[in-house]
């Protein structure tokens, strides 16, 4: 993507240098200047954004009538957790563009794409074709042809053929591959290529005049300029000054802007550009309608905000579980009312048995939680992300979430929070905190967890998690010893007797072991020759090193054990000093 980026860059410079004069020697920039490389600059190395970027074609005149002159990149992230995220991104588009390394293979993103696709082409035939990326060929060791191959023996078994494969009867068609290098740049050209190749055999075009219509790839809200729209635009033309709506929410477009963030007057199809002017959030993967008038745009949302509290959904928000099955029963303000109504009954005593017999919380351990996000397509992959965890349980969890919205942690979301025993995680956002909702969680211990790698917020959640989790049993060995002699006190073999020891792993305790969540009985179990245990869950009635009663042995040193109760120790057994320790975790 970087390497499309640079080839984006450099078209933009050749444009700009044919309206305007050549600079003076020694100012002119590099192409290497007009980009930003993305790689090794996300956080935790991978894409977590849908961005868009276009290459200009310099051979094709500039024409407002020329049928191609530029090709868009929606780049969309490939992590399992953004799915929703890809989808929006493949419903923007004409080509879909498997990325598939030469040393890695399909991967179970890739399968998931190329479902994605399958379900789309059999829905709209003609609406969408499949490229094929190859990508690291310039890595060592990589043979590319038998790269290919591979990949296509793969892809084979998915319903996809490559042109090389391809049969009269394949449903899709002979796929295009093209091997290609980020680092070199080597088979870019031949990408570009293949896809304005695409676009002819697919015959696309759209019409210039008409009103807008596009869809949106992400939105959220920008201190001083309010609701920040992402959308692409898929026929006819959006200008300054025009009136959009999508779903319930509309507004008058103020800001226009292209993917370099500069002002522009006028959007034509396919072409990404940032707009301000909703007046509320709408949902990123909704369409974009421009209309004629404010009063058409405010009818239209009136309608559908009157269908929506007919249908009782105003407080639901979508998820995308085509191919997840998710316990979710309560969310939204139906969720907050309930938790705040039990915290409530419970704080002032006002529940009666009967209801405390028909709650549905004894059959579910509910983990109720407060999502924020930076903006409303990475809020969706967390809310998604967060809900799908509990299938990863073998406990009968519930994650309820009963807040979700964009923006910073405000002090009515901490209320919340104190009031449902809620947490809090934050995905992605940047910029300055609430100092007066950060010091009232403070003050109330409301655990805040914020990331912007999806991976290790998730991570954290399960830690969160786990002390809603009931406690398990945790076994841990603290040290090992190999009997090398027993001796009889007072030379009575019916009388206790002592194992001589040499500690051959950690170390031995006489009682217990100082842990975080205080001290742990020690405990001793024997191991005929290091497997078949004869006894476990001993104490220990002494332990002596040389004549010295001690409360703990080395590793290395010799000593002897007398264990409580127990007779039957041999030489050449194995004793070990374990404890057990309570512990919630999320299993």
């Given at each position: 993507?970087?390497?499309?980026?640079?080839?984006?860059?450099?078209?933009?410079?050749?444009?700009q240098?044919?309206?305007?004069?050549?600079?003076?020697?020694?100012?002119?920039?590099?192409?290497?200047?007009?980009?930003?490389?993305?790689?090794g600059?996300?956080?935790?190395?991978?894409?977590?954004?849908v961005?868009?970027?276009?290459?200009?074609?310099?051979?094709?005149?500039?024409?407002?009538?020329?049928?191609?002159?530029?090709?868009?990149?929606?780049?969309t992230?490939?992590?399992?957790?953004?799915?929703s995220?890809?989808?929006?991104?493949?419903?923007?588009?004409?080509?879909?563009?498997?990325?598939?390394?030469?040393?890695?293979?399909?991967?179970?993103?890739?399968?998931?794409?190329?479902?994605?696709?399958?379900?789309i082409?059999?829905?709209?035939?003609?609406?969408?074709?499949?490229?094929?990326?190859?990508?690291?060929?310039?890595?060592?060791?990589?043979?590319?042809?038998?790269?290919?191959?591979q990949?296509?023996?793969?892809?084979?078994?998915?319903?996809?053929?490559?042109?090389?494969?391809?049969?009269?009867?394949?449903?899709?068609?002979?796929?295009?591959?093209?091997?290609?290098?980020?680092?070199?740049?080597?088979?870019?050209?031949?990408?570009?290529e293949?896809?304005?190749?695409?676009?002819?055999?697919?015959?696309?075009?759209?019409?210039?005049?008409?009103r807008?219509?596009?869809?949106i790839?992400?939105?959220?809200?920008?201190?001083?300029?309010?609701?920040?729209?992402?959308?692409?635009?898929?026929?006819?033309?959006l200008e300054?000054?025009?009136?959009?709506?999508?779903?319930?929410?509309?507004?008058?477009?103020?800001?226009?802007?292209?993917?370099?963030?500069?002002?522009?007057?006028?959007?034509?199809?396919?072409?990404?550009?940032?707009?301000?002017?909703f007046?509320?959030?709408?949902k990123?993967g909704?369409?974009?309608?421009?209309?004629?008038?404010?009063?058409?745009?405010?009818?239209?949302?009136?309608?559908?905000?009157?269908?929506?509290a007919?249908?009782?959904s105003?407080?639901?928000?979508?998820?995308?579980?085509?191919?997840?099955?998710?316990?979710?029963q309560?969310?939204?303000?139906?969720?907050?009312?309930?938790?705040?109504?039990?915290?409530?009954l419970?704080?002032?005593?006002?529940?009666?048995?009967?209801?405390?017999?028909?709650?549905?919380?004894?059959?579910?351990?509910r983990?109720?939680?407060i999502?924020?996000?930076?903006?409303d397509?990475?809020?969706?992959a967390l809310?998604?992300?967060?809900l799908?965890?509990?299938?990863?349980?073998?406990?009968?969890?519930?994650?309820?979430?009963?807040?979700?919205?964009?923006?910073?942690v405000?002090?009515?979301d901490?209320?919340?929070?104190?009031?449902?025993?809620?947490?809090?995680?934050?995905?992605?956002?940047?910029?300055?905190?609430?100092?007066?909702?950060?010091?009232?969680a403070?003050?109330?211990?409301?655990?805040?967890?914020?990331?912007?790698?999806?991976?290790?917020?998730l991570?954290?959640?399960?830690?969160v998690?786990?002390?809603?989790?009931?406690?398990?049993?945790?076994?841990?060995?603290?040290?090992?010893?190999?009997?090398?002699a027993?001796?009889?006190?007072?030379?009575?073999?019916?009388?206790?007797?002592?194992?001589?020891?040499?500690?051959?792993?950690?170390?031995?305790y006489?009682k217990?072991?100082?842990?975080?969540?205080?001290?742990?009985?020690?405990?001793?179990?024997?191991?005929k020759?290091?497997?078949?245990?004869?006894?476990?869950?001993?104490?220990?009635?002494?332990?002596?090193?040389?004549?010295?009663?001690?409360?703990?042995?080395?590793?290395?040193?010799?000593?002897?054990?007398?264990l409580?109760?127990?007779?039957?120790?041999?030489?050449?057994d194995?004793?070990?000093?374990?404890?057990?320790?309570?512990?919630?975790?999320?299993?």
């Amino acid at each position: 993507m970087d390497a499309l980026r640079r080839k984006a860059a450099g078209s933009t410079q050749i444009t700009q240098n044919k309206s305007k004069k050549k600079e003076k020697k020694g100012k002119k920039k590099r192409d290497d200047d007009l980009f930003q490389a993305v790689a090794g600059t996300e956080a935790g190395g991978i894409t977590q954004v849908v961005s868009a970027f276009q290459i200009r074609m310099p051979n094709i005149s500039d024409s407002a009538n020329s049928d191609i002159d530029t090709v868009t990149f929606l780049d969309t992230p490939g992590h399992a957790a953004f799915k929703s995220m890809r989808k929006s991104g493949s419903n923007g588009a004409d080509v879909l563009v498997l990325v598939i390394a030469a040393d890695d293979g399909v991967s179970p993103q890739t399968i998931e794409l190329i479902n994605m696709y399958k379900e789309i082409a059999r829905a709209q035939p003609g609406s969408i074709t499949l490229m094929v990326a190859m990508t690291k060929i310039d890595k060592p060791g990589i043979d590319i042809e038998q790269s290919m191959r591979q990949i296509e023996n793969q892809l084979m078994e998915h319903e996809i053929f490559t042109e090389r494969m391809t049969t009269p009867d394949c449903e899709f068609g002979g796929v295009q591959m093209v091997p290609l290098s980020g680092l070199t740049g080597e088979g870019i050209d031949d990408l570009v290529e293949g896809l304005i190749l695409q676009s002819e055999v697919m015959d696309l075009r759209a019409c210039r005049e008409s009103r807008a219509e596009g869809l949106i790839i992400d939105a959220k809200v920008e201190t001083g300029l309010g609701v920040v729209v992402d959308c692409i635009i898929r026929w006819g033309k959006l200008e300054v000054g025009d009136y959009v709506h999508s779903g319930v929410h509309g507004g008058k477009v103020r800001i226009l802007n292209d993917v370099n963030n500069k002002s522009i007057k006028r959007a034509s199809p396919s072409q990404p550009v940032r707009l301000v002017g909703f007046k509320s959030l709408p949902k990123a993967g909704d369409p974009i309608l421009c209309v004629q008038s404010e009063e058409i745009s405010k009818e239209i949302i009136a309608r559908r905000e009157a269908l929506a509290a007919a249908n009782d959904s105003g407080n639901n928000y979508r998820i995308d579980d085509s191919n997840t099955k998710l316990d979710v029963q309560i969310s939204g303000g139906a969720s907050k009312k309930g938790f705040m109504a039990n915290n409530v009954l419970k704080k002032y005593n006002l529940h009666d048995e009967a209801q405390e017999d028909s709650k549905e919380d004894d059959e579910h351990i509910r983990i109720p939680v407060i999502l924020k996000a930076d903006a409303d397509g990475t809020l969706a992959a967390l809310r998604d992300s967060i809900l799908a965890i509990q299938e990863q349980s073998s406990l009968n969890l519930l994650i309820d979430p009963i807040e979700i919205s964009v923006g910073h942690v405000t002090p009515s979301d901490v209320n919340m929070a104190i009031d449902s025993g809620a947490s809090i995680f934050c995905f992605n956002l940047k910029g300055s905190k609430d100092k007066s909702a950060m010091s009232l969680a403070s003050t109330n211990n409301v655990d805040i967890r914020s990331n912007n790698v999806i991976y290790r917020l998730l991570e954290d959640a399960k830690d969160v998690f786990s002390g809603f989790c009931p406690p398990s049993p945790v076994e841990k060995i603290h040290g090992k010893a190999l009997v090398q002699a027993v001796f009889d006190i007072n030379n009575n073999k019916n009388a206790e007797r002592v194992a001589g020891l040499k500690v051959t792993d950690g170390k031995l305790y006489l009682k217990n072991i100082a842990v975080e969540s205080g001290t742990l009985n020690c405990l001793y179990r024997i191991k005929k020759k290091g497997k078949e245990v004869k006894a476990e869950g001993l104490t220990a009635k002494s332990l002596r090193r040389v004549k010295d009663e001690v409360t703990d042995v080395r590793l290395g040193d010799e000593c002897g054990l007398n264990l409580e109760g127990f007779k039957d120790v041999e030489e050449g057994d194995v004793i070990e000093c374990y404890s057990i320790e309570m512990k919630r975790k999320f299993v």
